[in-house]
């Protein structure tokens, strides 16, 4: 089993939609968290990045992670068509010397 | 412009022939990574490296040698490159460690035939 389960989709939704992307995960000790965007034939760039539990808001985007559940997700409102990537949420803890990708969701939205 | 590059973007090669992927980043950031990303199985890391002469394996180092000579430079190394290892590589790098933002090249997609 994968530490991080993503749903890989295609996701598909009219521009304006709001998008919620999710991913749980095994590991307790995992504490930072990170969502990526990858624009096709580009390397990721960060989007959001939290730590431990709670919410955080930057522009049309939200970040919201529960410890408790072991479940993050991102939330993208009045979504573009420039929101068309594939988003990969990524995880680590505090004694790791890497971050634990999931697969990526990939969306489209359509103008 | 500070970035992350990464040379070749595309590689063909054959079975057994050693080859180099060259990751050079101009932020003096001290952390270094490799990924490969192939379909269903996400980003997975194959090396790090923490600082000069100072490197980890990942989860898929099997079949891959790095060096860390100098701080700008985390190069890739297939000493004999299988089928196997036909992929989409990342370099990525970070300020102090992987607990900050990762800058990520733009990719190499290597064939091996």
């Known amino acids: 089993q994968k530490e991080v389960e993503q749903d890989p989709g295609p996701l598909s939704v009219p521009e304006g939609a709001i998008v919620s992307l999710n991913c749980t995960y095994s590991?307790?000790?995992?504490?930072?968290f990170m969502w990526y965007r990858q624009y096709s034939r580009k390397g990721p760039e960060l989007l959001m990045y939290?730590?431990?539990?709670g919410n955080k808001e930057d522009g049309r985007f939200t970040a919201q992670v529960d410890k408790s559940s072991k479940y993050i997700s991102l939330f993208i409102r009045d979504s573009q068509p420039s929101d068309s990537a594939t988003y990969l949420c990524?995880?680590?803890?505090?004694?790791?010397?890497?971050?634990?990708f999931g697969d990526g969701t990939t969306l489209t939205v359509k103008p | 412009e500070a970035q992350v590059t990464q040379n070749p973007r595309y590689l063909i090669t054959v079975t057994g022939k050693k080859l180099t992927v060259t990751c050079s980043q101009n932020?003096?950031?001290?952390?270094m990574s490799w990924y490969r990303q192939d379909p269903g199985l996400g980003l997975r890391q194959i090396y790090y490296?923490?600082?000069?002469?100072?490197?980890d394996k990942g989860d898929v180092p099997e079949g891959y040698k790095v060096s860390r000579k100098e701080k700008r430079n985390f190069p890739l190394i297939l000493e004999s490159p299988s089928p196997n290892q036909t992929s989409l590589y990342f370099c990525?790098?970070?300020?102090?460690?992987?607990?900050?933002?990762?800058?990520f090249g733009s990719g190499t997609q290597l064939s091996v035939l």
């Open positions: 939290t730590y431990s539990s």
């Open positions: 990525a790098s970070s300020p102090r460690g992987p607990y900050e933002k990762l800058f």
């Open positions: 990524a995880m680590k803890d505090t004694n790791a010397g890497k971050s634990t």
């Open positions: 590991n307790s000790a995992f504490q930072y």
């Open positions: 490296s923490m600082n000069v002469e100072v490197t």
């Open positions: 932020m003096n950031h001290e952390y």
